[in-house]
């Protein structure tokens, strides 16, 4: 089977460079599976309407992270997956059902 890579991107944004840094920072500290490709450098997003008259809040820069997420193969799902055997609703019991029959 070919692997197929796909490459990912996630863009963080921040008010300031440093607090684009500290988010960029957390994001991979929370997704410590993904195999990051390339950190592009910090970049200023184009001034719009909402940075003119927003207040310090309003995120003014950004940082584009390129990664790839963990394949998942067959192997590994199969043994997270139980096969299916026969029909599991002959063998479920309805705890609010009278089970005695007449």
Not at 70 to 94: F, K, M, W
Request: proline share 8%; charged share 30%; hydrophobic share 30%.
């Amino acid at each position: 089977m070919e692997r197929l890579n796909l490459v990912k991107e996630y863009l963080i944004l921040g008010v300031d460079k440093r607090d684009a840094e500290k988010q960029r920072d957390l994001w991979l500290s929370q997704n410590p599976a993904v195999k990051v490709i390339k950190i592009h450098r910090v970049k200023r997003e184009p001034q719009t309407l909402l940075t003119r008259i927003g207040t310090k809040h309003v995120p003014r820069v950004s940082i584009m992270v390129e990664y790839e997420e963990p394949e998942i193969g067959a192997e590994r799902l199969s043994q997270t997956t139980p096969p299916l055997e026969g029909n599991h609703r002959n063998n479920y019991v309805d705890p609010d059902r009278n089970q005695n029959p007449l």
